[in-house]
């Protein structure tokens, strides 16, 4: 399958109906999921909504989606251009193996992401984490993205940290282009 999107370091393609073991690799270690819904994804949910849904988005938005990542050493996460409500705003995020934590890939590629949004017409690309994820939130700072608020959300059964809001981090194109980040 072609690439999605290339870096110095990481080729970015589509996920198929073939890589549930991936995300299953993935979703499965506690440390990923901390701030994301605190225990591993079961292998269930992983094959009858996670995939179908990511799978749902290719079909939906072609130029976007949820991107399998891949080193020179083989899969180490993901990265995801998203859809919003506004046609013209595009959501970053990544999730990447513990393994791959520390080497400069989360920034690498989402970078990249935010460069190739701009160049596909977004006006706008948004993240959001956790207030207490200090490490996505410096991955976000080092990709461009400032910070922009913080917001709070309910949730029924809240996760530890839950209680300090999530924040909103975003680039504007003008902003991005003045930065000359790409």
Avoid: C
Wanted: aromatic share 10%.
């Amino acid at each position: 399958m072609h690439a999605y999107l290339e870096t110095e370091r990481l080729t970015l393609r589509r996920f198929t109906p073939a890589d549930v073991e991936l995300l299953v690799e993935l979703d499965s270690d506690p440390e990923v999921m901390r701030f994301l819904t605190g225990q591993p994804t079961p292998r269930d949910e992983i094959e009858n909504v996670v995939l179908p849904e990511i799978l749902k988005v290719y079909a939906e938005h072609p130029q976007l989606g949820t991107f399998k990542a891949e080193s020179a050493a083989g899969f180490v996460g993901w990265f995801g251009l998203q859809p919003t409500a506004d046609p013209k705003v595009a959501g970053v995020g990544y999730r990447l193996l513990k393994a791959a934590w520390g080497k400069g890939y989360a920034t690498e590629g989402t970078k990249a992401l935010i460069a190739h949004a701009f160049s596909l017409g977004m006006e706008q690309v948004v993240a959001d984490t956790m207030a207490v994820n200090h490490r996505s939130r410096a991955v976000m700072r080092r990709s461009g993205l400032r910070f922009l608020k913080i917001y709070h959300e309910y949730f029924d059964d809240p996760l530890p940290g839950t209680e300090f809001g999530e924040v909103l981090y975003g680039v504007d194109r003008a902003t991005w282009e003045a930065g000359r980040h790409g």
